[in-house]
């Protein structure tokens, strides 16, 4: 069935993905181009509606995305958003000029004209989180300004004759707090959405898609027991069956009893069929006085697909490999047009001379909350999808500096105990990410009559929806307290715990 579908037109802004999201939060199906897409194939399909998205450049650098004005004449509504609407309002002969000052986050917003369908049910006082440099001067003829900040005259602007609608603010995150009314006017008000899609039609349509692609092929999956493997890999179980092979590759730097656990329930309960090869010592000694954190992911990532075409050349000719790769290790190793933060090792890591002919990534496009639905559809208790999630570099990325068995060992210990004593708290669910780091610095302490010489350990716990952007966890006091003092007194070698308190940005979750 062809749902309603939103094109999203990707003109390189951070939170393209973001709006994707919130798009089929509200049950819409959308898809995300680039902007190099000819205007025929958009032509080719039937869009409800289209979004510009922002971009980091201005209109007037040379080679600034730009997209052929003819799709103003299509007849299908467009919102542009940030730097689409500076692109609209000049395709169209408006003017853009650079702002007095850069404008960046929260701004008063004034609805001044309170009838345009996009501020339907949205308050006349309201607030729009910018982040802009250019900004409207003059609306095209045919538009009126719909709304305004003390520093931006165009905050907004419309021509509902010809459908046409743009924000110089960012209605897709969270510091906008109408910005869903917004987006939700734009696809229900103007491009007459009825909201068809649902997760579990996404699932259907996954495993649909999955077994006709996958017919008669081999599949092999990165197994790595993670909330995005085990819901990639089974997935992938559903539509093919034993046609799926799991490498679960245990490269020791999992967390304590991880890997026992995993097996139970997936190589048990679902009876998926999974290898656990362990490659513990392998992997510790490649690792082996190395602290550079980006060539640790890149040696794991390169290890892990070693270990992989090891694992398939014995179970024969394999012709697919599944990964659980998600949105955020999409946008974070850099897309064409956004910056690298870290290569996780999922995407940046992968070797030129990969052995596999088809990688397929059934949750490339989810958010993490998105591939939690997606595990509950497909009837994974809610222990498992409600794990945390864990990095694929694992505990690599928790140790700063070089990495060895007895950090490791270490650190499982404390986390061990963080974890517990945050589960016993009844936290676990508010808490979206916690754990604990092997800071590689040690300083002085006091135990008994002696003086001691040992590591200190970080706690981090954030709060997050979409793990682009975090917030530190208020764990109350009494608790910290409690799993400072297990910690110290259970763990040998740790004579200091500290808590980190740091937002992403500038920090990002983990410390690696
Ligand atoms: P950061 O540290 O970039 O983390 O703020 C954002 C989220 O991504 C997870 N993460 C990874 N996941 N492979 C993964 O599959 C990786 O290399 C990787 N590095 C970070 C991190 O745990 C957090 O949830």
């Not at 229900?188 to 997760?199: A, H, I, R, T």
């Not at 963080?418 to 780091?437: D, H």
């Amino acid at each position: 069935m062809e749902h309603e579908t939103i094109l999203i037109l990707d003109f390189g802004g951070q939170y393209n993905q973001l709006i994707g999201r919130r798009v089929r939060d509200l049950n819409v199906y959308c898809e995300i181009l680039p902007y190099r897409t000819p205007l025929d194939k958009i032509k080719a399909r039937t869009y409800k509606g289209i979004i510009f998205t922002g971009g980091p450049k201005s209109v007037y650098a040379p080679g600034s995305p730009s997209y052929d004005p003819a799709i103003f004449d299509l007849g299908i509504p467009i919102l542009g958003i940030c730097y689409g609407a500076q692109f609209m309002a000049y395709a169209l002969g408006g003017q853009v000029a650079p702002a007095a000052e850069r404008e960046y986050g929260h701004s008063d917003l004034t609805i001044t004209d309170t009838s345009d369908l996009i501020f339907k049910n949205v308050p006349k006082q309201t607030a729009g989180w910018m982040s802009h440099t250019d900004q409207i001067t003059r609306v095209p003829a045919g538009f009126h300004i719909t709304a305004a900040t003390p520093t931006c005259p165009v905050g907004a602007m419309s021509c509902p004759e010809r459908r046409l609608y743009g924000v110089q603010f960012h209605p897709e995150v969270n510091h906008t707090p109408e910005g869903n009314t917004m987006l939700r006017n734009f696809l229900y008000e103007v491009c007459g959405c009825s909201g068809d899609w649902q997760m579990s039609t996404f699932v259907e349509n996954t495993v649909d898609r999955l077994r006709t692609e996958l017919a008669g092929k081999k599949v092999l999956a990165a197994f790595s027991g993670g909330v995005d493997s085990s819901v990639a890999s089974l997935m992938v179980h559903k539509a093919v069956g034993s046609q799926l092979t799991c490498i679960f590759v245990d490269h020791g730097l999992l967390r304590k009893n991880e890997g026992d656990e995993v097996m139970s329930v997936f190589a048990h309960s679902f009876n998926m069929n999974i290898i656990r090869v362990n490659a513990r010592e392998r992997f510790l000694s490649k690792l082996a006085g190395v602290t550079d954190p980006e060539r640790k992911r890149k040696i794991i990532g390169e290890e892990f697909i070693r270990v992989f075409e090891e694992e398939a050349r014995k179970i024969g000719k394999v012709d697919v490999l599944v990964q659980g790769t998600i949105y955020p290790d999409v946008i974070e190793s850099g897309t064409d047009d956004a910056a690298t933060i870290k290569s996780h090792h999922n995407v940046g890591g992968l070797p030129k001379n990969i052995e596999f002919k088809e990688l397929v990534e059934p949750l490339r496009d989810l958010f993490k909350d998105e591939v939690r639905r997606a595990g509950t559809e497909m009837g994974i208790p809610d222990e498992l999808v409600w794990r945390q999630p864990f990095p694929g570099p694992g505990l690599a990325v928790r140790i700063l500096g070089d990495i060895t068995a007895d950090k490791i060992a270490l650190l499982q210990d404390a986390d061990a105990i963080f974890r517990e004593e945050v589960a016993k708290a009844g936290l676990n669910r508010e808490i979206s990410q916690y754990f604990a780091v092997l800071t590689n610095l040690r300083s002085v302490g006091v135990m008994g009559d002696s003086r001691t010489y040992d590591y200190t350990v970080a706690l981090r716990a954030v709060t997050t929806q979409d793990f682009m952007t975090s917030d530190w966890a208020k764990i109350p006091y009494e608790v910290l307290e409690r799993v400072s003092s297990r910690i110290v007194n259970e763990v040998q070698h740790v004579n200091r715990v500290v808590y980190d308190i740091t937002t992403k940005p500038p920090a990002t979750i983990e410390w690696e």
